[in-house]
């Protein structure tokens, strides 16, 4: 056999296995990672930025179909939007049995874009920072999960953010959790409507 058939022969076996590598990995990311991606959508209202994932918990699921059919109403009943877009912001938030990473922050779709950064390295280095890594599937790892939310109070009112002055709604709420833990149970949210649109721009 000449060098030259030897060469076309190694040259095979490398394209070979280029191509079983290639077939194995794609399985892998579709089976381990794929799956776990906060990116992975169910629905999506795009007009709005919100998203449903498919690794949502079941709180959330019945919680954003309602927005969705809030939303899809003419007119949009404002004071139901700030009261279902700040309980998911809650579940989305202080549910971390279902995050990837200490990196993978909720709520994020809720609130103004402008404190978004802000937002997750704050929650990065307190809420998240123990919440270890689940590419795999396998952590091991008791994370709270938010097991009912109830708004107990609403106020429509005005806020001036950015030195502009907004239309507004104080949204209280009230949550539980699915195991005893020492994480929040209430809050005071503060929404602004921005054209046509609600964000959250203050917890307190």
């Known amino acids: 056999m000449s060098k030259k058939q030897d060469r076309r022969i190694i040259i095979l076996f490398v394209l070979i296995g280029i191509m079983l590598f290639s077939i194995v990995g794609y399985k892998a990311y579709n089976d381990f990672i794929k799956d776990q991606s906060p990116t992975k959508k169910l629905i999506s209202l795009d007009l709005y930025g919100y998203s449903l994932k498919e690794r949502d918990i079941p709180l959330f699921k019945t919680n954003f179909k309602a927005l969705e059919k809030i939303l899809n109403e003419t007119p949009i009943n404002y004071e139901e939007y700030a009261k279902s877009i700040s309980k998911l912001f809650i579940i989305d ?112």
């Open 93 to 204: 938030v202080f549910t971390l049995s279902n995050k990837v990473s200490g990196t993978d922050i909720g709520g994020l779709d809720f609130i103004h874009k402008d404190l978004r950064e802000n937002f997750k390295e704050n929650m990065g280095n307190t809420l998240y920072k123990n919440v270890k890594n689940n590419l795999d599937g396998k952590r091991k790892q008791t994370l709270p999960e938010v097991a009912s939310i109830e708004v107990t109070d609403v106020f429509e009112t005005k806020y001036t953010y950015n030195k502009t002055e907004y239309p507004a709604y104080l949204v209280s709420l009230k949550w539980t959790y699915t195991k005893e833990n020492n994480y929040e149970t209430s809050i005071k949210l503060t929404v602004i409507k921005d054209k046509d649109l609600l964000y959250i721009v203050k917890g307190e």
